[in-house]
């Protein structure tokens, strides 16, 4: 019986993916043929393995990281130091959620930074930076430890302020919410979209910022801020002149197939392309 059920529960989530998807492909295929950064097909190299990327990315990281967030929110509860969680737990969704984003974004910030600088993890997130052409989908390209590394390391500190409190087996809604708004920002800023906001792009992350985070020129290890480009502006990793990369990838060579990028950083050395197993240089904000 438990096997019908987990069975259930998969299809059910695979059929929810697949629905998105769709969603997914209606809003992004007419934008990036309509205003394309970089002439593309749409039907282009390694789709098929950045789809199945999709439904395991959708699926794999989401239910390791519930584990470690319930038993976080479970030790919790029965504590509240001066009364914070107590205070924190009657907040409404208007303040609440923005809260929330910018938390999770600046632990994000320090893992997706930590990625870049130590060479074991930058093995696994090579695989996301492999991708010499950026579009939506090269979003669902990464080693489903990334994520999972990525993922907790922003939103334990949420737990840890009291900012989400869980019952049952369920996680809070203002994390699934996050979580959500998280995802679908982080499709638009790989997007091959020619967008430029001006001074708005200091407030919020852009594809033309994110895109130079994935350049492979003097001027790549920058932009590690998901949602909140001031984060990098705060601690000198930020870069955004007003012309875009001229290069994408990274100097190494990543196997093409799903398998051959799931089994890479456990099976070849720590240098996956030149500088990346470097400390990140503290530079400062610089804007052309």
């Not at 990625?115 to 939506?136: G, K, M, N, V």
């Amino acid at each position: 019986m438990s096997e019908q059920l987990i069975s259930h529960v998969f299809h059910s989530q695979v059929g929810v993916l697949a629905i998105w998807l769709v969603l997914l492909v209606c809003i992004f295929v007419p934008l990036e043929q309509l205003f394309a950064l970089h002439p593309a097909r749409i039907w282009r190299k390694q789709v098929g393995v950045d789809l199945a990327w999709y439904f395991i990315n959708s699926l794999v990281p989401a239910a390791i990281i519930s584990v470690p967030l319930l038993l976080l929110a479970r030790t919790l509860q029965r504590h509240d130091p001066g009364g914070l969680y107590s205070a924190v737990a009657v907040w409404p969704l208007w303040l609440k959620l923005p809260v929330v984003l910018l938390v999770s974004d600046f632990g994000a910030y320090w893992a997706h930074r930590a990625l870049h600088t130590f060479p074991l993890l930058w093995r696994f997130h090579a695989i996301h930076h492999s991708a010499e052409q950026l579009d939506w989908l090269v979003n669902t390209r990464a080693h489903p430890f990334d994520l999972v590394f990525t993922k907790l390391s922003g939103l334990a500190p949420v737990y840890l302020l009291g900012l989400a409190q869980t019952t049952g087996r369920r996680l809070d809604p203002v994390v699934a919410l996050v979580m959500i708004i998280g995802t679908m920002w982080t499709f638009f800023i790989h997007s091959n979209i020619r967008l430029r906001l001006g001074p708005l792009e200091w407030l919020v992350s852009t594809p033309a910022f994110h895109h130079w985070h994935h350049t492979n020129d003097e001027n790549r290890d920058h932009n590690f801020a998901a949602i909140f480009p001031f984060i990098d502006r705060a601690f000198g990793t930020s870069w955004l002149p007003k012309y875009w990369p001229p290069v994408y990838g990274i100097d190494a060579k990543v196997p093409p197939t799903l398998a051959g990028q799931l089994l890479d950083p456990l099976t070849r050395g720590t240098r996956l392309g030149s500088g990346r197993s470097e400390p990140v240089p503290a530079v400062g904000a610089v804007q052309k």
